[in-house]
């Protein structure tokens, strides 16, 4: 069974960047799209991004510009970039994967299929 | 960015009775191919979010079959045929057509 597990620090200083790993753990990261999704306190979640086993990214607009992520195959992990926090960023942020659940046309859809237990980033001096 | 609105955002709820999520969104979800690109997911208290539904009707891996999904163009309803203790939490639809994908607010379940 294929679980996933954030790690990374539960404090970040503002205009410092805040650095995520995710691991995955009963399965190989090969073949999938892995995402970040985050939750500020009290708010509804928000796409950060996802990656490709391969590596090709697809980034939320509004954080392209700060944000980076990357997957070391060899390890089994893909991570998370964010830089020149905010306040604004403090939230749990969650890894999940993007499995293929039906094909549609000549593509397949995509669900968050595999969500890690989240982790709680606050951003404050 | 497309808009994902639900209603109710608080709905208490009697076990054993039927409950239902309503989910607009701010344009069509129609994929080309006829499928309409939404998921519901529920986020129980203390634990990540689990898909429960996706492409509107299709129930994912080992969710209970008293959880249904219908809807097209832009109205979209999650229902619970007869709602259990264990289904209290926050459920969120998403919209899967355009990118970035969109959360709604998310509904509140809980048991009266």
């Known amino acids: 069974q294929v679980q996933l597990q954030e790690s990374g620090p539960g404090l970040v200083k503002p205009s410092e960047t805040l650095s995520l790993t995710c691991t995955v753990s009963g399965g190989f990261i090969t073949n999938y799209y892995w995402s970040w999704i985050r939750q500020p306190p009290g708010k509804k979640l928000e796409y950060i991004g996802y990656?490709?086993?391969?590596?090709?990214?697809n980034y939320n607009p509004s954080l392209k510009s700060r944000v980076t992520i990357s997957v070391d195959t060899s390890q089994n992990q893909f991570s998370l970039k964010l830089n020149s926090v905010t306040a604004a960023d403090t939230a749990v942020y969650y890894c999940?994967?993007?499995?293929?659940?039906?094909?549609?046309?000549?593509?397949?859809?995509?669900?968050?299929?595999?969500w890690g237990q989240g982790t709680m980033v606050t951003v404050s001096s | 960015d497309i808009v994902m609105t639900q209603s109710p955002l608080s709905l208490p709820v009697t076990p054993g009775e039927p409950a239902s999520i309503s989910c607009r969104s701010s344009q069509s979800l129609l994929y080309s191919s006829g499928y309409y690109f939404l998921d519901w997911y529920l986020q129980k208290p203390g634990q990540s979010p689990q898909l429960l539904i996706y492409?509107?009707?299709n129930r994912a891996s080992g969710v209970p079959d008293r959880f249904s999904g219908s809807g097209s163009g832009t109205e979209f309803t999650l229902k619970i045929s007869r709602v259990e203790a264990e289904d209290v939490g926050v459920y969120y639809c998403m919209q899967a057509l355009q990118a970035p994908r969109t959360f709604g607010q998310g509904t509140k379940v809980e048991i009266e």
């Open positions: 492409l509107v009707s």
């Open positions: 999940a994967r993007l499995t293929p659940l039906a094909p549609v046309g000549n593509d397949h859809y995509h669900s968050f299929d595999i």
């Open positions: 990656i490709y086993y391969s590596g090709s990214t």
